[in-house]
């Protein structure tokens, strides 16, 4: 696949946002232009999906602060308040939230968190999201904080119908063996275990990867001709294209991988596509449409 390149490090804080990753600091954005009246309790949010699945679920009138990474324009004029690390104290003390939501793996907790937390009067909610099951119990659980159940619960049935439609409309067709890739390199993959194994599940995919493998492993060339996929779905949220014609040529370079030889590489590039959050419904769509292009797949997105 040619020289590994690095992987951005905004596809990481997406993609995995509880892994210990070492990051810059970011320019703040300026504040809003004019005040937002908030519902209570208000809500500062460091994970992009947890914004992701508040708006989802139409309570983002709750939110005060998000993180850098969050690209939602219904939050645009919101404070930008960090990420993984990068946490700004001094812009969070000025909002003064009364939820701090987070997503941290045990032990991986930066220290002194939870004395700002603490000092502040704040709580923090931490969120565990790896699999399609962990975005449906997450919703539940940011009902239960933002005094919004109801919203949650019907948010939660928009997703499951979602889901099950797609389920239906694939039932009759053959399972596609089938790999996703995370990065440009084509050399990051998402194996068993997570999220995105499950969407492609939903698809009327399989996964080429072994159940024994990790959930994210990084495969060599010689790995992917042995695989032999019949589809790859390359993950490239926000790539240019010049990155994306890049990321072809390096596919071209293995002509006897089936998804090479028989066009079967389908690039995704929308923010989302890496987001454990509300939008999996419309990712479940677009890998369905990969997988089975001999059938109608597309539907509109769920709306709050």
Known sequence: MGQRRPRPLAKLFLLLPWWGIATEGCDRAAPPAAPIAAA???????????????????????????????????????????????????RITELHPQLILTQYAPGRTPAGFEEHVLALGSEQENLHIERLNDIYAALTQLGDICNENQKAADAAERLHRQMQNIRDRVSHVPIVPALIVVDETGQDAAGPGNYL???LTVAGGRNVLDPASPAWPTLDRETILRLAPQVIVQLLPGASSQVQAQAMQ???????????RDHRIVQLTGPEVLMPGYHVGDLAEQFAAALHPEISTTQPAVQP
């Open 40 to 90: 209570q309790p208000t809500v500062v949010s460091l994970v992009p999906a947890a914004t992701d699945l508040i708006v989802g679920m139409d309570a983002a009138d709750h939110l005060i602060g998000v993180s850098n990474y969050d690209q939602n324009p219904q939050v645009s004029r919101l404070s930008r308040v960090g990420d993984y690390l990068t946490t700004d104290w001094e």
């Open 197 to 199: 194994d499950d969407l």
């Open 250 to 260: 390096d596919w071209n370079a293995l002509p006897d991988v089936p998804a090479v």
